[in-house]
């Protein structure tokens, strides 16, 4: 409440004109109808088709690294500019294949943010945010569009980077024409397999893995009621993993949830399925584990991640961020330090765990204060690309 007061006052400080958004506030995105200009020290910035939201700070790059940072932005000790070791190197040191980040296509005209993302020391794996999601990829039946998944794609090919693809069947993203067509079962089914054929096999050759499967069961372990449930039932799966192995046959295919992260009826409907697809012989290779997770709060991953590398498929944490409520003290600071240390030593206990993506680095690109009203702060670096202590709880979790 702090925030939104301060920001509160500095509005009432400068002219304001009607038909502004505030500071955080939403400023467009496909079928917003208030308004696209921003209070003063604001820019209206697009984090995705859909939202469009104001951000502190002008449209001009950040300061550069030089300038003083925020007493919270960093640990003790550490540069400005962050620790020397960088994150995926310290991961590849520990034996897993990468640490890498999300990213969307309107961040990479921002050059002080490409600057860090394209260090392959720092971040050895990239995940397109939006897309390569249905609603980018195929918005009309039969019509597919490559462009923004193709600028991610070429960005991480670019600077050696591993490429994830995210994602083939998801309930959320996905064009009306899915939904709203009445297909039958054939049809449907056809429908799958046309998209993730065409989307996986589009990156063939590129793509370390897919999340082929995205968030197909509610938190009570029961199937998800959408489009592709309720009309295949759980065939849906196997067509879309096996025209994803028959479109690029090294890609390594995933299923990817969130609220998985510790034991829980959740995990266990993703364990029970995977132990069926792999009995009927149906490709797939890994589990993804979202992990937005919150400061404080973690749930024990490293046995539930042990327990899903017992099922002999690999493991990643696909979408890391750890989020609090607005402003973020030090001592919160403090304590997601220890968080993302945790959830890094995690995986690195875990043989079959590949490799940590987090969910975009900074938070000025983060989803999280557009989902989650009040909180935020959930990313390792902070809205002026400062490394925040969890950069170094990241190095002491690969330590
Ligand atoms: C499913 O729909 C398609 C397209 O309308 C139709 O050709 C096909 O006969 C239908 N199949 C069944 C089993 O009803």
């Excluded at 959740?266 to 364990?271: F, H, L, M, R």
């Excluded at 069926?276 to 993804?288: R, S, Y």
Aim: charged share 10%; hydrophobic share 35%; proline share 7%.
């Amino acid at each position: 409440m702090k925030l939104a007061a301060s920001f509160a006052t500095l509005v009432a400080l400068v002219p304001f004109a009607a038909a502004q958004s505030p500071v955080w506030g939403q400023c467009g995105g496909i079928g917003w109808t208030g308004p696209t200009t921003c209070a003063a020290g604001s820019t209206c910035t697009v984090s995705n088709p859909y939202y469009s939201q104001c951000l502190p700070g002008s449209s001009a790059p950040p300061p550069p690294s030089s300038s003083p940072s925020s007493p919270t932005s960093s640990s003790p000790g550490s540069s400005p500019t962050g620790p020397a070791t960088k994150l995926n190197a310290a991961a590849v040191a520990a034996g897993k294949k990468y640490f890498g980040s999300a990213t969307d296509n309107n961040e990479l005209s921002d050059t002080a943010y490409v600057n860090i993302l394209k260090d392959g020391q720092q971040f050895g794996q990239i995940t397109p945010a939006n897309s390569m999601k249905w609603d980018a990829t195929e918005p009309n039946r039969g019509q597919f569009t490559f462009t923004g998944g193709d600028q991610i794609a070429n960005f991480a090919k670019a600077n050696g980077q591993l490429l994830r693809g995210h994602n083939c069947v998801w309930y959320n993203q996905l064009p009306g024409w899915v939904t709203n067509s009445g297909f039958n079962s054939s049809t449907l089914s056809s429908v799958v397999s046309t998209h993730c054929g065409t989307v996986v096999g589009h990156y063939k050759g590129q793509a370390y893995a897919w999340d082929v499967i995205n968030e197909a069961f509610n938190d009570d372990g029961t199937w998800r009621s959408d489009v592709f449930y309720n009309t295949l039932g759980q065939a849906f799966v196997p067509t879309a993993f096996q025209a994803a192995r028959a479109a690029d046959p090294d890609a390594k295919l995933y299923i990817n949830d969130y609220n998985i992260e510790g034991p829980g009826a959740k995990a266990n409907a993703v364990s029970n399925l995977v132990s069926t697809l792999k009995a009927q012989g149906v490709p797939i290779d890994g589990i993804g584990v979202q992990a937005h997770l919150i400061v404080g709060q973690l749930p024990n991953l490293a046995q539930q991640l042990a327990s899903f590398g017992s099922l002999g498929v690999e493991v990643a944490i696909t979408e890391l961020d750890i989020r609090t409520t607005l402003p973020a003290s030090s001592a919160t600071l403090q304590q997601q330090q220890r968080d993302y240390q945790t959830v890094i030593a995690a995986c690195k206990g875990v043989a079959g765990c590949v490799g940590v993506t987090v969910w975009d680095y900074t938070d000025k690109y983060s989803w999280v204060p557009n989902t989650f009203s009040g909180q935020g702060a959930a990313c390792p670096w902070d809205q002026n690309l400062q490394p925040k202590p969890a950069v170094q709880g990241i190095l002491n979790g690969w330590a």
